[in-house]
């Protein structure tokens, strides 16, 4: 079992940055692939990016490639989201969660663990 909560959304106005965090229960944390995804109002929840166990592999979303960075450190059972040159279009609740798998997967139904969310609006 792993519970996990988001904290560090607010509002910032565009071209700013954030960091979200994501604290984990459990003591097998460092066996899960780590996910972020937003859910925007009116759309489908989306894949933001992943991190390996190890944190040694990422990958995200073209959307936002080369703006967000995902690190994790296992020792404080948290992951990390660092967003950086945001835009409007970047305004939704963020959600992590975390899957038993190998390798970093985008598809929602992968993660079987899910935080609450945390608003993210970024303004023009």
């Known amino acids: 079992q792993v519970q996990l909560v988001e904290s560090g959304g607010g509002l910032v106005q565009a071209g700013g940055s954030l960091r979200l965090s994501c604290a984990a229960s459990?003591?097998?944390?460092?066996?899960?692939?780590m996910g972020w995804f937003r859910q925007a109002p009116g759309k489908e929840r989306e894949f933001v990016g992943g991190?390996?166990?190890?944190?040694?592999?990422?990958y995200y979303a073209d959307s936002v490639k080369g703006r967000f960075t995902i690190a994790r450190d296992n020792a404080k059972n948290t992951v990390y989201l660092q967003m950086n040159s945001l835009k409007p279009e970047d305004t939704a609740v963020y959600y992590c969660?975390?899957?038993?798998?190998?390798?970093?997967?985008?598809?929602?139904?992968?993660?079987?663990?899910w935080g609450q969310g945390t608003q993210v609006t970024v303004s023009s």
């Open positions: 459990g003591r097998t944390f460092n066996r899960y692939v």
């Open positions: 991190i390996s166990w190890s944190g040694g592999n990422t």
């Open positions: 969660a975390a899957a038993s798998s190998s390798i970093i997967l985008p598809e929602t139904y992968r993660y079987g663990y």
